[in-house]
Nanobody
């Protein structure tokens, strides 16, 4: 069973930075797609970025140029570097994993709160 544990959330002022981490256990995840998603209060969960097993990445438009996903396969960890944060980035951020040949993200972390004050 794959388990994901996020960390690194917190309170930051607008314009500041945070780095989220997602530790993956249970499987070697080098061939898994890894994604970060977020859910703001009263809104549906949305995708932020997906890393397609290191071959390519997709970012939602609102974070392009500000957020960067990276992964350390040796540590089974994926990161989300968030710069130039805005109040509208406030949300619970979730890490997710999708196994090869699957069409859905099957594994999810518990989420970590990011709050950006104006």
């Amino acid at each position: 069973q794959v388990q994901l544990v996020e960390s690194g959330g917190g309170l930051v002022q607008a314009g500041g930075s945070l780095r989220l981490s997602c530790a993956v256990s249970g499987r070697t995840f080098s061939n898994y797609a890894m994604g970060w998603f977020r859910q703001a209060p009263g809104k549906e969960r949305e995708f932020v970025v997906i890393d397609w097993s290191g071959s390519s990445t997709d970012y939602t438009d609102s974070v392009k140029g500000r957020f960067t996903i990276s992964r350390d396969n040796a540590k089974n960890t994926v990161y989300l570097q968030m710069n130039s944060l805005k109040p509208e980035d406030t949300a619970v951020y979730y890490c997710a994993a999708r196994a090869p040949f699957r069409s859905e993200f099957d594994y999810w972390g518990q989420g970590t709160q990011v709050t950006v004050s104006s």
